[in-house]
């Protein structure tokens, strides 16, 4: 859909240094941190390979993520790729333009691995997609992400829930084939989607505390517990406003904004960033997909109380041309009606809606309040009563 | 585009009586209410034109509006329609199949003018709009209604602006002209879309108190000041909650609101209707509009101070395909920073995003707060920044 790759890199180096005058290196490495000295070792990872200290006042650190590698057999065979960076991207292209392979299995039905099949199944190729837990898209309810497996199959992916990875087959080097606990599936190229964890080991060895999931602890500020050391984006901790407590979520919009709040701090002036509410959109083929909040497994883990209601709806008035199915779950505390989350799956116009419940919740809103919200009403755009309100209406009952 | 106009009734008198036990009578009208001795007047409007009085015990009003026609001469000749009801609507639609007019003049550029004018420019007519403000869309500031002038000029309609009615030219009792203060317009049609004006003459005649722009006054059960009589939808008035003051809003969405908390009332049960944000969407040709809360001109007006900026981005991600251009303006308080309301004019997704500002409305958020609302993001849906934070972000600097 892109054909451009470069249209995708938002900043060159050269960009930086000539308009921001920002000195950013690339294929440099950071090997160590020297926190006492202020220091840092680099290493250049081409042409002479030199290797210095580098002195520095104050340090972000943004290493990101790194995708998750399942630590079973022949998981290091030719043809497995993760897909987390740009040039892990171009790499999975360039393979499927030239070597044009048949069957594609993809391990893990998070969003990458639900894009992934998608963009494999579009090329025309056999999908299957292994996925652990009982349904795909585990940022979901069960009963909601049993939407994105049907609407997966519709498709043509052939899912394989329930199932775990036990390893891959492998000759002469070349992954062949996926070994779950059930069967074998033969693969030509396999994705992992298996989702990412902090990139935390440099950070780890110069001392500086790791929380939730092994990611940087870190203040309002964006600093870490070491003065003068920032961290943000994958590789940094979140608070979540509804939970109160940290999370680990490595997205662009999280990390964008965790960015400019460091930024501001390290440059002189004053920004915190008040946290998150685990907001995440995806889309596969037509069916757009949304939450936000929490979900029914991590309020249990709190041991709060809840209701919850699911209603099916309309994206647009029924007789309006373009209308389509949008299934709406809201979650709210037992008794006081607080608003705890909310998920989304439905056809064009469905998943931004998940917008009004991140704000929402954000504004510390109960589902009574919600009920009489005065959202934008006109047949191209909504019932009457738009979906969130039909959800929020229902579970105002069971309050 | 609907085809069958039966569509779009809701529900059937026979509905009403069979599934909800509600004898509901067409073609009866009430043309005297008796409040001290809980009666009502009721003529039959076919068959036998029977009049009697009926006793209530409660009484609900829900009398709707009248669109507003002007005092010009001409003004009752035929091929002048204004349309506020399906009939209006059923009568201008076979008029056009029928007689197949070629040159259509719309007086006023509300959303109804704006959707008349759409409608006869998809039958290839030559159309014209005459709107004696600067820009159409008057509930919008002029800056963002000057991009509805655009967009509604660029699908060919010719625009007068800063034009008013003087009156109509009439032959053999038909209009042939629309004779504004500059020039005079042929006309084989011509719709008025000159607002609407609460249908309450039944009501004052009754003693029942009427406020903002003769609207009925409601306290927030919906309740008339006379016990025991209710109001609301378009011939009731509204408590807006930005400005703390009534307003009348004559808008599906809030009437059915109004009607739920009604009739929870009256049936013995206890609801309150907290107030509007004075939200609306329209849609002309690909052209989305939205708006919520005050417009500049309503600010002015209660004397607060207010800062505002205008953004434009793009609706989503801009290298992913059909991401279109959004326009977002944002107003909030001078010193505290409290949003007071924002305005949407752009491509497809762009409208439905003004439910992010209504929903921050109701939760009383500063912009400062908004500009770290955790919105959803994924390329085919949003930049990284959704469009209503980057204006939420030019708005902080300025508060």
New interface residues.
């Given amino acids: ?2 054909d451009d790759i470069d ?2 890199v938002a900043v060159t180096p050269e960009a930086f240094r000539e308009e921001r005058n920002i000195d950013a290196r690339i294929l440099h490495e950071v090997t160590e941190i020297d926190l006492k000295g202020r220091r840092l070792q680099v290493r250049q990872l081409d042409g002479a390979k030199k290797e210095w200290w580098e002195p520095f006042d104050q340090l972000m650190i943004a290493t990101g993520a790194l995708p998750i590698k399942p630590a079973v057999p022949g998981a290091d065979a030719q043809g497995i790729y993760g897909v987390n960076t740009l040039e892990s991207g171009v790499a999975v292209r360039t393979v499927l333009d030239q070597q044009r392979p048949k069957r594609g299995v993809i391990v893990g039905g998070g969003y990458i691995g639900l894009e992934m099949a998608e963009a494999l199944v579009r090329r025309g190729m056999e999908v299957s997609l292994v996925e652990q837990a009982p349904q795909v898209m585990n940022t979901l309810d069960p009963d909601m992400g049993a939407l994105v497996s049907e609407a997966l199959m519709a498709v043509g992916v052939q899912l394989y829930r329930e199932e775990s990875l036990q390893g891959f087959e492998v000759k002469n080097g070349r992954v062949e084939g996926v070994v779950t606990d059930q069967r074998t599936l033969p693969a030509d190229i396999v994705i992992l989607g298996m989702g990412v964890r902090p990139h935390t080991a440099l950070a780890k060895r110069a001392g500086i505390p790791l929380g939730e999931r092994g990611a940087i602890v870190v203040d309002e500020r964006q600093q870490t517990e070491m003065e003068g050391v920032w961290a943000g984006g994958d590789c940094g901790q979140s608070f979540h ?1 509804v939970s109160r407590k940290p999370i680990h979520i490595a ?4 990390a ?2 965790q960015g400019k709040v460091a930024g501001i701090n390290i440059s002189g002036g004053s920004a915190t ?11 596969i083929c037509a069916v ?1 997909v ?1 939450r ?1 909040g929490l979900q029914e497994r991590e309020i249990e883990r709190l041991g709060w109380k809840y209701v919850g209601e699911r209603i099916e709806s309309s994206t647009r008035v029924e ?3 373009g209308a389509g199915e949008i299934t709406v779950k809201v979650l709210a505390e037992k008794g006081s009606g607080r608003l705890l989350g909310g998920q989304i799956v439905g056809y064009e ?1 469905a ?6 419940l ?8 109960t589902v009574q ?1 919600m009920v ?7 047949p ?3 019932p ?3 979906p969130v309100l039909i959800a929020a209406r229902q579970v105002e009952k069971l309050v």
Same sequence: chains 1, 2.
Avoid at 251 to 254: D, E, G, W
Avoid at 273 to 283: D, I, L, M, Q, R
Avoid at 358 to 365: S, V
């Fill in positions: 859909m892109v249209t995708l406003l997205l662009a919009t999280v964008n904004k960033f008040p946290g998150v509410v685990g907001t995440a959109v995806s889309k757009e949304a936000t007789y309006y041309p116009g998943a931004k809606r998940i917008d009004i991140a704000t929402a919740l954000h504004g510390g809103m309040e009489y919200l005065d959202l934008s009403y006109a191209p755009y909504s009457v009563w738009d």
